[in-house]
């Protein structure tokens, strides 16, 4: 499942990025928030609408990532593309 959750939210980011301009790379490695981080609060949430709508999309499957426990968590599952991904995976 790990993989097609990762497509999931590369294609997620991809549309991100076509719609609003950005330049978010899809790689695991890219860190999201924080120094050196590839969006802003406001981009994070344009970010995490379009990763829950493409997951829906493609596994039928409604989440809330910015639910009160990824809100609570000790490392934010929006540190980076993989973090959110294995969160993603996580939620399904």
């Known amino acids: 499942m790990s ?20 330049r978010v790379p899809a790689s695991e490695d890219t860190v999201l928030l924080g120094e050196g981080g590839a969006v802003d609060s406001l981009g994070l949430v344009r970010l995490v609408m379009a990763v829950e709508q493409k997951v829906e999309d493609d596994f039928g499957k409604a989440v809330s990532l910015t639910d009160e426990k990824a809100m609570s968590q000790r490392n934010s599952p929006f540190r980076s ?10 939620q399904l």
Request: net charge negative; hydrophobic share 55%.
């Open 81 to 90: 593309v993989g973090a959110l991904i294995e969160y993603v995976a996580a």
């Open 3 to 22: 993989d097609a959750v990762r497509r999931s939210v590369f294609a997620a980011i991809e549309e991100f990025n076509a719609s609003e301009g950005a």
